[in-house]
Nanobody, 122 residues
Framework: QVQLVESGGDLVQPGGSLRLSCAAS????????IGWFRQAPGKEREGVSC???????SYPHSVRGRFTISRDNAKNTVYLQMNSLKPEDTAVYYC????????????????WGQGTQVTVSS
């Protein structure tokens, strides 16, 4: 059974940092493109980072320079380090076995975690 489990979401003040984790079981993360996505209330789900099997990373303009995706193959876990957080970063964050910085199309063959809430507020 494949599972992706996100953790690390929290309430943080503007300018603060968080590290999210995406732990996998039932599959090997470094075989896949792994993306972090977020969805705020009333908004479309959007991709915020991607790491390829060979370790290449990519980000949209909105988070570039503030967010860093990384992978620990020994722990079969992908991380998202988020710095200089802004209130507009508030959302539920998901990891998935796909990458997209445009319209997110969910396919039957993709795996998603259940999400973790990040709230940036003073």
């Amino acid at each position: 059974q494949v599972q992706l489990v996100e953790s690390g979401g929290d309430l943080v003040q503007p300018g603060g940092s968080l590290r999210l984790s995406c732990a996998a079981s039932g599959l090997t993360l470094d075989y896949y493109n792994i993306g972090w996505f977020r969805q705020a209330p009333g908004k479309e789900r959007e991709g915020v980072s991607c790491i390829s099997p060979d370790g290449k990373t990519s980000y949209p303009h909105s988070v570039r320079g503030r967010f860093t995706i990384s992978r620990d193959n020994a722990k079969n876990t992908v991380y998202l380090q988020m710095n200089s957080l802004k209130p507009e970063d508030t959302a539920v964050y998901y990891c998935a076995t796909l990458c997209s910085f445009g319209t997110v199309v969910v396919s039957a063959g993709d795996y998603w975690g259940q999400g973790t809430q990040v709230t940036v507020s003073s």
